[in-house]
């Protein structure tokens, strides 16, 4: 009997080994999945993120021009308001002379025209 009870003994250690053995492959088929969701989760992910910054880029370079562009209208701002500051500078050295030297002819090698005279004054 001593050596039925061993064989019984081996073939039900051998049956639990084999169960045991269908149970880890069973956790091993689904933590492999749920690992390949997560990948393409994360494949997702990346994906998203390299559109996400190709039109960061391109709203970049959008917002670019557009400093470019306001950064052109200032100058030609700037360079519109000094002229206009000369141009009144200008005007006003002329009244001046034209005060001071009110009753004198004009400067020898310039003679000024009326209509001359009215736009210097005039503007």
Known sequence: MSVDVSGEVTAIATSVLAFFAIVTAVFAVLAFLKQSREVRAIERQVTD???????QGELLRVQSGQLELQRQQFADQLAERRRAQ??????????????????????????????????????
């Open 49 to 55: 993120q390299q559109e996400l910054t190709q039109q």
């Open 86 to 123: 000369v141009s009144c500078v200008f005007i006003w050295i002329e009244l001046e002379v034209d005060v001071i030297t009110a009753g004198r002819p004009p400067p020898r090698g310039r003679h000024r025209t009326g209509q001359e005279h009215r736009r210097a004054t005039h503007l």
